[in-house]
């Protein structure tokens, strides 16, 4: 499985943006699909998961902004994030993985999108 992330940019704290993930490869159904994102000098973080039924599981920081969803059709997993603030400014990635259970961190997932970088003014 391939991924590539897009939609990246820079927005104002407030703000919205919507982040495509797109898998090439067969079987994107059978996987299980996550974001992370990484700070400048900071550890990478756990952001969304959404599994093959399309249960979603949120890291605390984006819960209630964020919304993690699937397009199967279209091979496609977005992160609709809204309320923007400065500190979600980051490297946004997208990954997958057929682990069992919400998993939440990253050597669970086998595949890994480039990032897609964004940034939130104030």
């Known amino acids: 499985v391939q991924l590539q992330a897009s939609g990246g940019g820079l927005v104002q704290a407030g703000g919205s943006l919507r982040l495509p993930c797109v898998a090439s490869g067969r079987n994107f159904r059978n996987y299980k699909m996550g974001w992370f994102r990484q700070a400048p000098g900071k550890e990478r973080e756990f952001v969304a998961i959404?599994?093959?039924?399309?249960?979603?599981y949120y890291g605390d920081s984006v819960k209630g902004r964020f919304t993690i969803s699937r397009d199967n059709a279209k091979n496609t997993v977005y992160l609709q994030m809204n309320s923007l603030k400065p500190e979600d400014t980051a490297v946004y990635y997208c990954?997958?993985?057929?682990?069992?259970?919400?998993?939440?961190?990253?050597?669970?997932?086998?595949?890994w999108g480039q990032g897609t970088l964004v940034t939130v003014s104030s």
């Open positions: 959404i599994n093959r039924s399309g249960g979603t």
């Open positions: 990954a997958a993985t057929q682990i069992a259970g919400w998993a939440t961190y990253g050597s669970a997932y086998d595949y």
